[in-house]
């Protein structure tokens, strides 16, 4: 069966900070991956999917980027945090008929 | 511009009863429509899920209704248990576009009164 990991599960960063997430997925082979985010009082926004190794599309602008340097491995990074950086990163993977979702890291920018 | 709103951010419900979350989209490319369950600090789940090619998908306590004239789309959960308190996510994507991205609503979050 497929799953997938995050980590770290809660992370307490000073702004202007490194950042670097990863979500690796097991079970399955050349999937979609998504990074999405969720800030307090608003939704599932996507932040970047991938198709394939090395291959990122990004949806917002932002000082975030993304990277996918195996084909289940997909990291979310910044050189420098923002206070607005602040909120739930979710990694999901698609099989083309659903998305499933990661547990979720908790990101404070304090 | 959002392409997929719920326009309810709460709703509360008593035990036993039904509880209806409404989503309203905008896209008419969307044909795939999915909704969504998320208790805090977890990720969401995947609850129910309808073609456009249906009105109507039932799993157990769960239904959703597709109104494609309307471009509305509504879950029931009938009867509630307080184990449905939760966020509820309303998702919709366009198969033919071979990403799969899906757009989210902002999210209903239900509370289930024993």
């Known amino acids: 069966s497929q799953t997938i990991h995050q980590w770290p599960a809660t992370l307490v960063q000073p702004v202007g900070s490194p950042l670097s997430l990863e979500c690796t997925v097991e079970g399955t082979s050349n999937p979609n991956l998504y990074w999405y985010r969720q800030a307090a009082g608003r939704g599932l926004q996507l932040l970047f999917y991938s198709v394939g190794i090395g291959q990122i599309s990004s949806e917002v602008p932002q000082n975030l980027s993304a990277s996918r340097p195996q084909d289940r491995q997909f990291i979310l990074s910044s050189k420098k945090l923002l206070l607005s950086d602040s909120g739930f990163y979710l990694c999901?993977?698609?099989?083309?008929?659903?998305?499933?979702f990661g547990p979720g890291t908790r990101l404070t920018v304090t | 511009d959002q392409q997929v709103k719920q326009n309810s951010p709460s709703l509360s419900v008593q035990e036993g009863r039904i509880s209806i979350l409404n989503c309203d989209y905008t896209?008419?490319?969307?044909?795939?429509f999915l909704w969504y369950k998320k208790y805090p600090a977890e990720g969401p789940t995947f609850l129910i899920s309808?073609?456009?090619?249906?009105d109507k998908n039932e799993d157990g306590r769960f239904t959703v209704f597709l109104n494609k004239s309307a471009k509305h789309l509504s879950l029931h959960i009938v009867p509630s248990q307080p184990g449905d308190s939760a966020v509820y996510f309303c998702?919709?994507?366009?198969?033919?576009?071979?990403?799969?991205?899906?757009?989210f609503g902002k999210g209903t979050k239900l509370s289930v009164i024993p």
């Open positions: 998702a919709a994507t366009s198969t033919g576009a071979g990403s799969y991205q899906l757009t």
């Open positions: 896209n008419s490319m969307f044909d795939y």
């Open positions: 309808i073609s456009s090619i249906k």
């Open positions: 999901a993977w698609s099989d083309l008929t659903l998305q499933y």
